[in-house]
């Protein structure tokens, strides 16, 4: 009975709760609407508009859920709009008849704070004692332009006493974030104390002060975390910051902030104006900043917690700082970030060298575009500070410079336009391009400048490995222009240059100027590499052959005279170093040049031919050698030598040399590897013209250019011709050259049949120069007049000795001060100038007068053959005197000469004595005066005196 008693009480108490369950779900609650909004209206303060369906569930406990909720504004612009809301209802009254909510819970709200509100907002405190909570389950809300989502909430008030408290969640642009508000009472004046602690992406912001009752707030704040980037754009890395904060309806500002962001100290405020648009601005101060790192997180200020919709503007300023490696002092300016767009103002820094700098500008989606400033007085500092190789350049160049350009950044891209500046005082213009990405950077340049003066600018060049090493990791494209250009002595007008280097192979696609009244162009490619290889290269000259010059050595500047003629020059180099191929051709007025060969620089060894052409080879050498150098004759010029080169040292292998009326091959080597340069070899002429010889000439003979050269050559002349005679036949001797010293030395020839030996020094080392000559001749025939004057040798087998000395830097000095001395023998042969003969049968006359006027006939001229012809002729200061010379004849008897001869002056002062009839007196013939034409006295008045005594 008890069993059944307790089962019907357990189905009875099933029924109960089961009817407690689904029995309120199935009433009609909209008579209950009404007072329901009423209810919340009075709880929150504000209408509530309830527009959905309404239950009731008394367990586990009481609650009314209703759907479509709309919670109106209150004056203060606060909106919500729910999905549902839920009141738990304190049961005992509920039973008691009274619907007394202890709990209100949003679901699904969309909460809308208007900024700036028109009044803070704020849930109504019920006057009767007694607990109340409030919670937000998946809302939204939208604070002006700032948007939180999967916001969850619980605010809790206690008695009149006890603070409101809330606590939630919510996510924020991906970044979760927790907030914790509590809200003491207000005082009698109306000031309520506010803490707020916000934790979210790693960092913790937290504030405590007053808040006003029209809801002003006011107090400090403290704020720190693991990585600032997160929230704003700014570098990462640990931060805190403490200051004051100051709240109103349309403005957030924290001043007087002490900043510590990645261990760099700074002082700073930031603002959040909320109207009329929602905007943030940062102020930062510091000692010191890295800036590479602000750079980096403003260029890629994208997904930072603040919304895109939120416009930030930052204003640094610091003292020391660096970017990209390149120390910067006084930094200043202003970036605005809005969206995706970054803009410049202001920006101003001082880089080494005290070169200041402006910069403005803004991003246009991933591209960057800046217009720069920059002014300094040594700017090689900077270019130094900047990387560029300035070793070698003249300190007193690159000083004071200034300009403007564009600056264009997208992606690994760098554009620079609109170039314009002043570099020491010349104007440049121009573009540029850098590409960082691929394979190679590339760098793109066109550059226009009025001057460009390259003496002390241009640094020292790394050795070969070094430039194919720097140049291999990059393409390059360069264009040049300049209006003149300087190197040297060297100035050029309207110079080009286009070159490009593309995977290690540069190109030269054009280089053209004018210097003078010469142009140049020039064009090539060389494959960089181990080895490098020339292909197409070509340099081509054209014009006057006087702007070379400035380019010549300046012991070249003899060559002045044969460059002043027109010019045209072609070059042409193809191959590796270590077989270079090289042709040229040219033409210096009517001379022809062509040349060929191979070169191996890294061995330093070459071979090759050289062809030299000329119509007329007195024309040719006349503006070296004068108009003197008629004495080769007339005819063409032609050299023709096939050289081979060591180091320092060229080989003509032979050497085929016409010249006029010369004809000559050798074989020479010149080494440059000395003091001075050194010819050797061996050179045999066919004919070898000499000059004509201007015994009294004043002009300089230039000795000193003796020592420009070593020199030892064994010299051969099968034909050595003065004036078109032949004055020596199969000579042969060997010249030796050095220190200005000359010395020929065993010389050896045939002179008239005979024999001649001898040596020749020339000292043109020291002042005035000396000359020295022995000679020795044996067994010459003389065939005819010797020299031309009116008392010369005409026939005779002639041998003697000579040594001579003079010193002097002219012909006439060398006669003036000429010493030594000469033997001659000579047999068998006729002198002309007299008649002996005939004057011993004018001696015979016994009438006076015929015999006076034969004897004046035969002392006048005609010729004496003579056996025997001996003498010895003195030399001193430029005198030559007669020592024993006589005449023996057959049959004539013998004459003697007396006197001397002034060589300086080419004067005579001869006597020539014969005794006719061996008991009289001595006929003589004095000579005076000119050598080519001297005054004859006869000396007969001792003779006609003894002839008529007798």
């Known amino acids: 009975m008890i069993r059944r008693v307790l089962l019907a009480l357990l189905g009875l108490l099933l029924l109960l709760v089961a009817a407690l369950f689904s029995v309120p779900r199935l009433l009609d609650w909209e008579s209950w609407r009404p007072q329901l909004a009423e209810l919340a209206s009075g709880r929150l303060g504000r209408p509530v508009r309830l527009d959905g369906p309404i239950t009731l569930v008394l367990l586990p406990q009481p609650r009314v859920e209703a759907r479509n909720v709309s919670i109106g504004p209150a004056g203060d612009g606060l909106s919500i709009a729910a999905r549902s809301m839920r ?63 999967a916001v969850n909430a619980r605010l809790v008030t206690g008695g009149p006493v006890q603070a409101v408290v809330a606590e939630g969640n919510l996510a924020w642009r991906g970044y979760a974030a927790r907030v914790a508000v509590q809200l003491g009472r207000a005082g009698f004046d109306g000031v309520a104390p506010l803490d707020l602690t916000l934790s979210g992406a790693g960092s913790t912001l937290s504030a405590r002060g007053m808040l006003a009752p029209e809801g002003g707030f006011e107090g400090r704040v403290e704020a720190s975390g693991s990585d600032l980037a997160a929230l704003m754009p700014v570098p990462g890395g640990a931060w805190r910051a403490t200051g004051r904060l100051t709240a109103a309806a ?133 270019l130094a500070a900047l990387g560029l190789p300035l070793a070698g350049t003249d300190p007193s160049r690159l000083r004071e410079a200034e300009g403007r350009f ?150 070249w500047s003899g060559l002045a005279p044969l460059l002043a003629q027109p010019l045209t020059l072609r070059l042409a180099a193809n191959g590796v170093p270590e077989a270079l191929a090289l042709r040229a051709e040219g033409d210096l007025g009517a001379l022809r040049a062509e ?99 201007t015994l009294r000439g004043t002009e300089p003979l230039r000795l000193d250019r003796l020592g420009a050269l070593d020199a030892e050559l064994a010299l051969e002349a099968a034909r050595i011709e003065a004036l078109g005679r032949p004055v020596l036949e199969q000579a042969a001797g060997t010249l030796r050259l050095a220190e200005g010293s000359l010395r020929l030395e065993g010389l050896q020839a045939r002179l008239g049949g005979g024999t001649l030996k001898g040596a020749l020094t020339v000292d043109g080392a020291v002042a005035p120069p000396r000359l020295g000559l022995e000679a020795t001749l044996a067994d010459a025939i003389i065939t005819g007049p010797l020299l031309d004057l009116p008392l010369d040798l005409s026939a005779g087998r002639a041998e003697g000795q000579v040594r001579l000395a003079a010193s002097g830097h002219s012909m006439a000095a060398l006669l003036a001060t000429l010493d030594g001395e000469a033997t001659v023998a000579l047999r068998d042969g006729m002198l002309l100038g007299f008649d002996l003969p005939a004057l011993q049968a004018a001696a015979g006359i016994t009438d006076l007068r015929p015999a006076e006027a034969a004897m004046r006939r035969a002392l006048a001229g005609g010729a004496t053959a003579f056996e025997r ?17 006589r005449l023996l004849t057959e049959g004539a008897g013998e004459a003697v000469a007396s006197g001397g001869i002034e060589l300086g002056r080419g004067a005579l002062d001869l006597r020539i004595g014969a005794r006719p009839v061996a008991e009289a007196p001595e006929i003589g013939l004095r000579l005076t005066g000119p050598a080519g034409a001297p005054q004859r006295l006869p000396e007969l008045a001792a003779f006609l005196r003894w002839r008529a005594e007798h």
């Open 87 to 149: 009141l738990r209802l304190d049961l005992g009254a509920l039973l008691a008849g009274r619907l007394e909510p202890r709990e209100i819970a949003l679901v699904g709200g969309d909460i809308a704070l208007p900024w700036p509100p028109v009044a803070l907002p704020g849930f109504r405190v019920p006057p009767w004692i007694g607990p109340l909570e409030a919670e937000l389950e998946d809302c939204r809300l939208r604070l002006g332009g700032l948007q939180a989502e």
């Open 250 to 382: 349309d403005l957030i500002a924290a001043d007087g902030l002490n900043i510590e962001i990645g261990g760099q100290a700074a002082r700073g405020a930031a603002t959040l104006r909320l109207a009329p648009d929602t905007r943030l601005d940062i102020a930062l101060a510091a000692g010191r900043l890295d800036l590479d790192a602000w750079v980096a997180a403003l260029r890629g200020a994208r997904g930072y917690a603040l919304p895109a919709a939120v416009p930030v503007s930052i204003d640094l300023s610091a003292e020391a700082t660096g970017f990209a490696g390149l120390p910067l002092r006084r930094l200043r300016g202003a970036f605005f970030l809005e969206g995706e767009r970054l803009s410049l103002s202001d920006v101003s820094a001082l880089l080494p060298g005290e070169t200041e700098i402006e910069v403005a500008g803004a991003t246009a989606g991933p591209r960057m575009e800046l217009a720069l400033r920059f002014k300094g007085r040594t700017i090689r500092d900077t």
């Open 406 to 555: 564009k600056l264009t950044l997208e992606g690994a891209e760098a554009v620079v336009s609109d170039l314009a500046a002043s570099i020491d005082g010349a104007r440049l213009t121009g573009n540029g391009v850098w590409r960082q990405g691929g394979a190679r950077p590339a760098l793109g340049l066109g550059l226009a400048i009025d001057r460009l003066d390259l003496n002390g600018v241009l640094p020292r060049l790394p050795d070969a490995a070094g430039l194919n090493a720097r140049l291999a990791g990059l393409d390059l494209n360069l264009r040049l222009a300049a209006d003149k250009v300087v190197w040297r002595d060297l100035t050029a007008d309207r110079a080009a240059f286009d070159a490009a280097l593309e995977n290690g192979r540069a190109t030269l696609r054009r280089l053209a100027l004018r210097s003078g009244e010469m142009d140049v162009a020039a064009s090539g490619a060389v494959q960089l590499g181990a080895p490098p290889r020339l292909s197409d290269a070509n340099l081509e000259l054209s014009g006057a052959g006087a702007a070379l010059l400035p380019l010549l050595p300046a012991e």
């Open 595 to 693: 040349a060929g060969g191979t070169l191996d620089t890294v061995q330093r060894r070459g071979s090759g031919t050289l062809t030299l052409r000329h119509p007329g080879a007195p024309r040719l050498l006349a503006p070296l050698l004068g108009e003197a150098v008629a004495w080769l004759g007339p005819g063409s010029f032609s050299a023709i030598l096939g050289l081979a080169g060591q180091g320092r040292t060229v080989t003509a292998e032979h050497l085929d040399l016409v010249a006029g009326g010369f004809r000559g091959r050798g074989q020479v080597a010149l080494a440059l590897d000395g003091p001075r340069p050194r010819l050797t070899g061996r050179f045999a002429a066919e004919t070898l013209p000499l000059p004509e010889l």
């Open 869 to 885: 012809l001996e003498g010895v002729l003195r030399l001193a200061e430029g005198r030559a005197v007669l020592d024993g010379t």
